[in-house]
């Protein structure tokens, strides 16, 4: 068990890769709080306790600091010290630049920018007190290479990349490890909303012909709270099947 004994908040562990992550978690020995403002992150800690592990929902929305202060207050309550954070919620809004609301704009930020910088704060100085700890970030390859229609999105997908390598500078020194995995397309409920056409004509550009899966992501986040990562810092692991070589 790679994760054995650690604890693991999880955001955006409701659905998806976050969903996934958890399960993968929990599999490997770590105690998993699953923080999501949808509700079903419920079943998926029911799903884990009832296959042995330990698991634990915490309703918050990642944008706003005081929940998150409160929920980090809870899940060490329930599960101890944290051990890894994984930063995983993110939304999209999208739309062609012209036509893109200042709402839209701002609410991706809320959440994919603001979110992670509010978890990895309160968080980072637990850990910075023991000297230990993983951080991981989902940012995207649309945040290296960009994305037609997704301006606001591309934007907080390359800060995600800024912020891991200023935190791997901070924060490495601390004891604690801070890295990025940058997905390409993953069939999840966020990439149903992509129509079919793209979505194909992504399979068609990618060497290994198909989109990612879950697992594929959930296994990338495993490797990098590991302690087989233990020398790696400031990365962003590409998990694209070869999408934009
Ligand atoms: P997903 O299926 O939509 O899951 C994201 C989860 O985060 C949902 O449960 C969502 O709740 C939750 N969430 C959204 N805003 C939140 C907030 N403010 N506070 C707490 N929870 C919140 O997405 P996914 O495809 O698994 O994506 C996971 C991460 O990977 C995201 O950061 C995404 O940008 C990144 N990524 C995904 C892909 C892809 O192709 N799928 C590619 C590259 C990067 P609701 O369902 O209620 O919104």
Not at 2 to 14: F, N, Q
Not at 146 to 170: D, R
Not at 173 to 202: D, S
Request: charged share 25%; proline share 2%.
């Amino acid at each position: 068990m790679r994760l054995h004994e650690k604890v693991a908040i999880i955001t955006g562990g409701a659905s998806g890769i976050g969903r996934e992550a958890a399960l993968v978690f929990a599999r490997e020995g770590a105690r998993v709080a699953i923080w999501d403002f949808d509700d079903s992150g419920a079943e998926v800690a029911d799903h884990i306790e009832k296959n042995g592990g330990k698991s634990f929902f915490y309703k918050v929305d990642v944008s706003k600091a005081q929940e998150v202060e409160k929920a980090l207050e809870e899940t060490e309550n329930q599960l101890g010290d944290i051990d890894i954070l994984i930063n995983n919620a993110g939304i999209t809004r999208d739309g062609f630049l012209t036509k893109m609301s200042l709402e839209d704009w701002q609410k991706v930020m809320d959440v994919n920018l603001t979110g992670v910088f509010n978890c990895s704060k309160v968080v980072a100085q637990k850990m910075m007190a023991r000297q230990e700890g993983v951080i991981i970030n989902a940012s995207s390859v649309v945040g290296v290479y960009g994305n037609v229609g997704q301006t606001n999105y591309s934007a907080t997908k390359a800060g995600v990349i800024g912020m891991t390598k200023t935190w791997a500078k901070e924060l490495g020194k601390k004891g604690i490890r801070v890295n990025a995995v940058a997905p390409g397309f993953v069939a999840t409920p966020m990439t149903e909303k992509v129509p079919e056409k793209i979505l194909n004509r992504m399979k068609d550009k990618t060497p290994l012909g198909r989109l990612g899966q879950p697992e594929d992501i959930a296994n990338a986040f495993l490797y990098l709270a590991s302690d087989q990562a233990s020398f790696v810092n400031g990365a962003v692991l590409q998990v694209d099947g070869g999408l934009v070589l």
